[in-house]
């Protein structure tokens, strides 16, 4: 998911069919990258090209990282670029494939790991986590569990985060409603947006994104897993929240709708529901730790608390990103491992958070006097942390793109009130399970 606060939660936007169907055509044929051959000049010295897709904050913080590594590794150099931010990364990253151009790292969404491990060219990082540097054992499980395909592991997380409910005190205050806690339902949520409601002020109690895209999608995940659905069925033939998951999580979107309470984001990456926010007229928005910074500054005085559940638990998701490395010959991809390795150990790690709004990758990382410095300055940030624990992560599996158009699909037909709940997951059922048993 680039960071969100350059460019927003729409980074894991939906793919179209075009990029998975390419590099699936690709799994039969070994290209070279970047014009073949080894990158060493004749003092040993190495240079692999990293595409990127960071923008402002996280790019000046990454500049810096690399400057702090070619001063440690002085026989490796690290180009920046890629010319695209992380949403376009997929297409870059197969055209650079199928024309023999790929970089040898590049940033991809967890949802598109799947996808781009069809291609011979990426990596296999197994062997180099279980012996190498990188805390692979101490990473929390959705991190570890977002870069594994098939039981290896194809790349190394680059990103960590989980959602949880802000909200704006001010907006409570005036609505005499009391702040949410933890444990609280999702019936309460429904009820509390419609009293935080105020038609007269325009103020909405809540909001959903409603372009259609992943955004729209990953906020009913922890619903359908929480009523013991998955998006995968056991058997990998069948969508796993046909039935009562998916229906009762649509339902909950309804209900927001039916009450008049959410503000519906027509616009890609949530952007306007962030703004609505930061003005006063929302009083909750579900989202993710990057987007502390931009409510701090927006100087709304807020409240973090947990998911609602259905049964009295809290039950959340992460959508962890990757940095994926390509075999561009033994020399470049040893050494693009190695800055990777450095990249996730906790020294590092700690400022990828703290200065570019992730959370920690690993426990070691979280335990570090600077992240729990950052912590007491940011309030609500442990909520997130302390959530992704036990954050579920969405299936790393190639047909994960067509399901989630499906549910995108889906939600958005509630969320504007042209289908009810069942009829919407029936059509969603048909289309994801013909996706899967196309095997993509």
Same mark, same amino acid.
């Given at each position: 998911m680039a960071h969100r606060p350059d460019n927003g939660p729409s980074r894991r936007g939906v793919l179209g069919g075009g990029g998975a169907v390419a590099l699936a055509a690709m799994t039969g044929t070994t290209v070279s990258?970047?014009?073949?051959?080894?990158?060493?000049?004749?003092?040993?010295?190495?240079?692999?090209?990293?595409?990127?897709?960071?923008?402002?904050?996280?790019?000046?913080?990454?500049?810096?990282?690399?400057?702090?590594f070619h001063a440690a590794h002085p026989n490796i150099r690290v180009d920046l670029g890629g010319g695209v931010i992380a949403d376009a990364m997929l297409q870059k990253v197969t055209a650079g494939l199928a024309s023999g151009s790929a970089p040898d790292i590049a940033y991809i969404f967890g949802s598109d790991l799947a996808s781009v491990a069809r291609s011979p060219k990426l990596a296999d990082l197994t062997q180099y986590v279980e012996s190498g540097?990188?805390?692979?054992?101490?990473?929390?499980?959705?991190?570890?569990?977002?870069?594994?395909?098939?039981?290896k592991v194809r790349a190394a997380p680059a990103l960590l985060d989980s959602l949880a409910v802000?909200?704006?005190?001010?907006?409570?205050?005036?609505?005499?409603?009391?702040?949410?806690?933890? @444990?609280? &339902?999702w019936d309460e949520y429904v009820d509390t947006a419609e009293r935080l409601t %105020?038609? =007269?002020?325009n103020v909405f109690g809540t909001g959903w994104p409603?372009?259609?895209?992943?955004?729209?999608?990953?906020?009913?995940?922890?619903?359908?897993?929480?009523?013991?659905?998955?998006?995968?069925?056991?058997?990998?033939?069948?969508?796993?929240?046909?039935?009562?998951?998916?229906?009762?999580?649509?339902?909950?979107?309804?209900?927001l709708v039916a009450n008049k309470s959410c503000y519906v984001d027509p616009k890609p990456g949530g952007e306007q529901m962030y703004q609505v926010f930061a003005g006063g007229r929302l009083g909750m928005v579900?989202?993710?730790?990057?987007?502390?910074?931009d409510i701090q500054q927006a100087g709304i005085d807020y409240h973090v608390v947990p998911?609602?559940?259905?049964? @009295?638990? &809290?039950?959340?998701?992460?959508?962890?990103?990757?940095?994926?490395?390509? %075999?561009? =010959?033994?020399?470049?991809?040893?050494?693009?491992?190695?800055?990777?390795?450095?990249?996730?150990?906790?020294?590092?790690?700690?400022?990828?958070?703290?200065?570019?709004?992730?959370?920690?990758?690993?426990r070691p990382t979280e335990g570090r006097p600077q992240w729990r410095k950052h912590t007491r300055e940011v309030p609500g940030l442990s909520v997130f942390t302390d959530v992704v624990a036990t954050a579920r992560v969405r299936p790393v599996h190639p047909a994960y793109p067509k399901i989630s158009e499906a549910v995108a699909e889906a939600v958005t037909?509630?969320?504007?009130?042209?289908?009810?709940?069942?009829?919407?997951?029936r059509a969603c059922a048909d289309r994801a399970n013909s996706a899967l048993a196309a095997g993509r």
């Open positions: 990258a970047c014009g073949g051959g080894e990158a060493e000049s004749s003092d040993g010295t190495v240079r692999i090209e990293m595409w990127h897709g960071q923008a402002d904050t996280a790019l000046k913080t990454l500049k810096a990282l690399v400057a702090d540097p990188v805390p692979w054992k101490q990473y929390w499980p959705a991190a570890r569990e977002a870069v594994t395909v098939d039981g802000v909200c704006n005190k001010k907006v409570f205050r005036e609505a005499g409603v009391d702040l949410p806690e933890p @444990g609280w &339902s %105020d038609r =007269g002020t409603g372009a259609g895209d992943e955004d729209t999608v990953w906020r009913v995940w922890p619903m359908i897993w929480d009523l013991g659905g998955d998006v995968i069925a056991p058997d990998g033939k069948r969508i796993g929240f046909d039935g009562e998951p998916g229906r009762r999580a649509l339902e909950v979107v309804r209900d579900t989202t993710g730790p990057w987007q502390l910074p998911l609602p559940g259905f049964n @009295g638990r &809290s039950v959340t998701i992460s959508g962890p990103d990757t940095w994926a490395v390509f %075999d561009n =010959g033994p020399a470049r991809t040893k050494a693009a491992r190695t800055l990777i390795g450095w990249l996730n150990q906790p020294a590092q790690d700690v400022r990828w958070a703290t200065e570019a709004g992730s959370l920690p990758l690993s037909s509630v969320l504007l009130g042209k289908s009810s709940p069942a009829s919407a997951l």
